[in-house]
């Protein structure tokens, strides 16, 4: 349970709110690569931390984010022409280079100088594991780009995509933090399993339904995971990072480490009430498969919305005659089975009436996370911000180990490169 | 820039606001003609300045614009049963005729008095230029009748249409005294450099008052033997603009078109648009083309005349035609004119835009002009006093384009056309 207060602290992301400061001193997705994959492509829309901005790649293949009002009458620039090393208002003309530059202002005359008196807002961004990467804080505080794993292999090893909720970013990380709920919210999934194909993770992972969650903090955010019963006197350990400020990686597959599969999300704050689910699979040892990665991927979205067409709209496609003799939601995806039972919550969910278990420490580890680094920066202090980009070199483990093995000694088995 | 607090006060057109009640003080276009056009019709719902109204045409041919909302228990007035003389509520029958006297109460007593002293809103009507305006204002405060010349002219001369916009009024009308864009968001051939407004792009921008609003020049210098292109415009209180509508290369005769943005609430406004022709012959279709009936192939007078072509599929955006053929890439065609091009632009500021945050140049001197003078006249409003516009000044007034010597001012040049209804004889009714 958190007081309303507090509720109100973690969910708010807009300028000036503490969460919303805290957020903008992490570099964060704002939208695939690919989504202006073209010099001189059309601007896309990109609405982060409450935020409208326009991303655009000028000619030169340079990244913009710029605000979406043209500074003189606040006309939107998603209409602009990208041309010519910048992006132009097409109601007046005034163009602008991805610095917010004012780089050309026609409609005043020759004489003037008022183009070298406006700017337009715009933020740094970085290309980076197949997403545009925005930095929307203060200079002196911008950390490292973080080191995570499918930004440190070859394009053709990872698979990224994006997709709307319509609720706010923290039941997101809330949903991706809690293993717990997959033992029913995705329980008896027919084709798609999360873990191997030989099923074992799964499987395990269904035998002891109330696991008991430990939480380790480190360098990155913090480690959790829950040991469950194995044969052979052994537990099957699954280990998920938590990386600051809102990225997972799944624990799942089997074999060697170095050559399985991953998958994680980050949740993106759009506005408070809907968030960006960054998606991201990568396999360090060689190419993804045709339609390999993680479901969510694979999604059929609405083009202009990007929102999944299974929504709220349509109750997430669910089947009752599925929910009573297959499946334990009768909804179809496992991406839409979280998204769905998210927003269910409402689009900020009133956490001063949940009740909260055992199996829930790491979703309370992650709001005393957020909570101190909001009052922190009320206080006039900085906040903790993992500052090294190497800090974020972690994966996930989802494997059957002695039971000699303390979680202590499991968890620096998440490092990348750990046997 | 304005600060939040005047932004709101140039917004706000709801009973009671400043603006509001100056716009109170003018006769206002409520709908189309047409659209109750037949004795016992159908009523139909207006929405103006914020208020919630009916109107409905009685057996006699008169025209009613009352509340929704029926005085007895608030239903709807639009379910009501348009019939001898009044419009009768459907929830208990209580009747009212245009004036809003309640004429029959049936479920009353026949010995009651009560509907003697029941009454319902209801404001004048009056049916002119294919328009039904009204007047919303006290009865002693009532102006002469809105007879722009465009409403004096023969029907053949002239039509009138409307569109949805969803936007704060002052956005469009703002845009509607702002010439400089033309070179830009309406530039629908991107390779012509002939076009006056190609050659010219940084106009200068000239105001003069008058006791209506103002007269306005955009001037486009060309070069010294050929002069400078004038495109001079009128703003008559408080949101009406007149321009010129000559199509140069026909050698037609000259026509003056024009935009009334008339407040459905704060966020929605309907945009009228209007032209006139100053010759001897009518309007040819493709005259008429964006003002009129034509353009409801693409404007959706079932879907409360919203543009087919709209937000929410970014006003059919064609990012290969932006990049080689005109500057937006939205469509310009004759059903919807430049108007389409506005409209996208003016809706992508947001629904009210924060001024607080704006930079105006040199170019929008006529924008700062227009705002002065409704806050102006909003305060003149307050202290009791008559605002501009609301005597006959305006009805003779004109707009032209002229490529004039350079030493011609326009404001002697076009003089006599611009305000004294000189040279053309329109066919007047």
């Not at chain 1, 480490?257 to 991201?280: I, L, N």
């Not at chain 1, 101190?372 to 994966?395: I, T, W």
């Not at chain 2, 495109?231 to 026909?250: N, V």
């Amino acid at each position: 349970m958190l007081s309303a207060q507090d509720n109100e602290m973690i969910t708010r992301t807009g300028p000036g709110t503490p969460m919303g400061e805290y957020l903008r001193r992490f570099w964060m997705p704002a939208l695939l690569s690919e989504e202006i994959a073209e010099p001189d492509s059309p601007p896309v829309r990109v609405k982060i931390l409450n935020e409208e901005l326009i991303a655009f790649r000028d000619t030169n293949g340079d990244v913009g984010l710029i605000d979406n009002n043209c500074p003189h009458r606040r006309a939107s620039l998603f209409f602009g022409r990208n041309e010519e090393c910048g992006l132009r208002c097409v109601y007046h003309g005034w163009k602008f280079d991805t610095n917010g530059d004012c780089v050309d202002m026609p409609s005043e005359p020759a004489e003037s100088n008022f183009k070298d008196k406006v700017k337009v807002k715009a933020y740094s961004t970085e290309d980076w594991g197949g997403y545009i990467w925005a930095y929307m804080g203060p200079a002196e505080s911008m950390p490292e780009l973080p080191e995570v794993g499918w930004a440190m292999v070859p394009e053709s090893h990872r698979k990224v995509s994006r997709r709307l909720q319509e609720n706010n970013f923290v039941q997101g990380i809330e949903g991706g933090i809690d293993s717990s709920h997959i033992s029913f919210l995705h329980f008896g999934l027919p084709p798609v399993v999360r873990d191997d194909p030989a099923r074992a993770g799964h499987s395990l992972s269904n035998i002891d339904a109330a696991p008991h969650f430990i939480v380790k903090t480190t360098d990155y955010g913090f480690v959790y995971g829950a040991n469950r019963e194995a044969e052979n006197d052994s537990y099957y350990w699954r280990l998920t990072p938590f990386m600051l400020p809102f990225f997972t990686v799944i624990p799942g597959g089997t074999g060697n480490p170095d050559e399985r599969t991953y998958s994680g999300h980050g949740w993106v704050p759009a506005d408070d009430e809907s968030c960006w689910m960054f998606t991201y699979s990568w396999n360090a040892s060689r190419p993804l498969n045709e339609g390999e990665g993680h479901g969510a991927s694979f999604l059929e979205k609405e083009p202009r919305t990007m929102r999944a067409v299974m929504n709220k709209d349509n109750d997430y496609g669910i089947d009752r005659e599925v929910q009573r003799t297959k499946t334990f939601t009768g909804i179809e995806a496992i991406s839409i089975q979280d998204s769905g039972i998210q927003e269910s919550m409402g689009a900020i969910c009133d956490r001063t009436k949940e009740h909260l278990g055992t199996s829930d420490s790491a979703v309370i580890a992650m709001r005393r996370m957020y909570l101190q680094g909001c009052r922190d920066l009320l206080e006039g202090k900085e906040p903790f911000v993992p500052k090294k980009g190497s800090a974020y070199r972690v994966r996930s483990v989802a494997d059957v180990m002695d039971k000699k093995v303390t979680f202590e000694e499991t968890t620096e088995k998440v490092a990348v490169g750990a046997t | 820039m304005l600060n939040a607090q005047d932004n709101q006060l140039v917004s706000q057109t709801g009973p009671g606001t400043p603006m509001g009640e100056l716009m109170r003080r003018y006769w206002i276009p409520a709908l189309l003609s047409w659209e109750v056009a037949e004795p016992d019709g159908t009523p139909v719902r207006v929405k103006l300045l914020g208020e919630e109204l009916i109107t409905f045409k009685d057996t006699d041919g008169k025209i009613g614009l009352i509340d929704n909302y029926c005085p007895h228990r608030r239903a709807s007035l639009f379910f009501g049963r348009n019939e001898e003389c009044g419009l009768r509520c459907v929830y208990h029958g209580w009747k009212f005729d245009v004036d809003g006297n309640c004429v029959d109460m049936p479920s009353e007593p026949a010995e009651s008095n009560f509907k003697d002293k029941v009454k319902v809103l209801a404001y004048p009507c009056m049916d002119m230029g294919g328009v039904v305006w009204t007047y919303m204002g006290t009865l002693e405060n009532q102006p002469p009748p809105p007879m722009f010349e465009w409403t004096q002219v023969v029907e053949t001369h002239r039509a009138v249409n409307k569109v949805l916009q969803e936007s704060n009024w002052l956005q469009g009308l703002e845009g509607g005294v702002d010439s400089v864009h033309a070179s830009y968001l309406h530039n629908n051939d991107i390779t012509n450099t002939t076009r006056y407004e190609s050659r010219s792009a940084a106009p200068s921008i000239e105001v003069e008052p008058t006791d209506y609003g103002y007269a306005y020049g955009s001037v486009r210098h060309l070069s010294k033997e050929e002069g400078n292109f004038v495109r001079a415009y009128q703003f008559i209180m408080p949101f009406t603009q007149l321009r010129p509508d000559d199509r140069r290369e026909s050698g037609a005769s000259p026509k003056v078109a024009g935009h009334m943005w008339v407040p459905i609430d704060d966020e929605n406004h309907f945009v009228w648009n209007f032209v006139y022709s100053l010759g001897d012959e009518p309007l040819t279709d493709a005259d008429k083309a964006k003002h009129s009936d034509l353009a409801y192939e693409v404007i959706d007078i079932n879907n409360g005349f919203r543009c087919i072509w709209n937000a929410d599929n970014d006003y059919g955006i064609d990012r290969e035609v932006q990049r080689t053929q005109t500057f937006t890439g939205i469509l310009a065609d004759a059903r919807v004119g430049a108007n389409l091009q506005d409209r996208g632009i003016q809706e992508s500021m947001g629904t009210i835009v924060d001024r607080t945050r704006e930079h105006l140049a040199t170019t929008d001197r006529a924008i700062i002009a227009t705002r002065r003078m409704l806050q102006e006249a909003a305060n003149v409003v307050g202290d009791g006093g008559t605002p501009r516009g609301t005597g006959p000044s305006y009805y003779k007034v004109r707009s032209i384009q002229r490529v004039l010597p350079v030493d011609v001012p326009w404001q002697e040049g076009m003089k006599e056309l611009l305000f004294e209804g000189a040279e053309y004889s329109p066919i007047m009714q």
